[in-house]
């Protein structure tokens, strides 16, 4: 266990932790005699606890989402590891694309080492990684998604489908972490983030199916890919995709129906694209039910 690791990771996720637990000279002094004096597999423990100062005991509804969390990017911390070491993606995934891939995984690896931190700190056990079958066949391997490892185009429209779902997602918990700023802020932040892989991502399956061909992208035909979401189109040619986008096409905010909002008419498409909707926990997880095995 690389220790210095884990804090870098938690720091990118929560910039103000150091002040939260004390400054950052006395708890970088800390977790240096963590390691010093504690054997390894205890080490998480007493971190936890360091974390508790951090974020305050957490009431088991706030733990409950921190879990549900921690699932769902352990999923896309998988995800996007196994791409960057796919030899079927190596011809595909150069230059500038790996590089922002990379970032893309960096990213979830540290979501899923504050996560797996804020729930020991709350008192909590962090929940294991589930074993993962990403295409989307319940442990099959011979799912929709088959062959996402050695196909680029597809690979990029699974890693959308993943951002976007999770954007929905933590925008749908926010309401239970009402009442605590902390955590509440520190999920906030994991929610910008996923939208910004959503968006980067998108860019990249624009740019794919333009050097190559939009069937090759699962771009189906007439569609132009945005980096935001159109009423409930996904932008992928394929229907194992649509729970994740349906309910995007709701025009209705705080009971204003936002077509003609101001006076200003314009389209139900428009509109829409303004707008992100939530999912419950219930339709994510049946979402990423198929792929868990």
């Known amino acids: ?7 870098s990771e938690i720091e990118q996720v929560d910039s103000e932790v150091y002040e939260k637990l004390d400054t950052r000279r006395a708890a970088m002094k ?38 549900f969390a921690l699932t769902l990017e352990y999923l896309e911390a998988e995800f996007y590891n196994l791409t960057l070491a796919a030899p079927g993606l190596t011809a595909t995934l150069t230059g500038g694309n ?6 893309i995984a960096a990213d979830e690896n540290a979501h899923v080492a504050f996560l797996r931190a804020a729930i020991t700190g709350a008192g909590g056990t962090p929940v294991a990684k589930p074993t993962f079958d990403f295409t989307a066949g319940n442990g099959s391997g011979t799912g929709p998604f088959a062959g996402l490892f050695a196909n680029y185009g597809l690979n990029l ?3 959308q489908t993943f951002e976007d779902t999770g954007v929905r997602a933590y925008k749908g918990q926010a309401g239970r972490l009402i ?7 520190a999920a906030l932040r994991i929610h910008s983030v996923e939208a910004r892989h959503a968006a980067h991502i998108r860019s990249m399956r624009r740019m794919f199916g333009a050097a190559t061909s939009n069937a090759m992208a699962l771009i189906p035909a007439g569609v132009t890919v945005k980096p935001w979401i159109t009423l409930n189109q996904s932008g992928i040619d394929s229907p194992a995709v649509q729970p994740s986008y349906n309910g995007e096409e709701n025009v209705v ?14 389209s139900a498409a428009t509109a829409s694209e303004g707008f992100d909707e939530p999912l419950t926990k219930a339709q994510v997880l049946t979402i990423v039910d198929p792929f868990i095995v």
């Open 1 to 7: 266990m690389n220790l210095q690791n884990i804090i």
């Open 30 to 67: 800390s977790f240096a005699n963590l390691g010093g004096k504690l054997a390894l597999t205890a080490i998480p423990f007493a971190l936890g606890g360091m974390f508790k100062k951090a974020y305050g005991q957490t009431p088991a509804d706030v733990i409950d989402v921190l879990q």
């Open 98 to 103: 790996r590089t922002a891939i990379q970032k």
């Open 157 to 159: 429209a699974v890693a």
């Open 179 to 185: 009442n605590n700023n902390d955590v509440l802020e």
């Open 253 to 266: 905010q705080a009971g204003v129906n936002i077509t003609t909002v101001g006076g200003i008419n314009q």
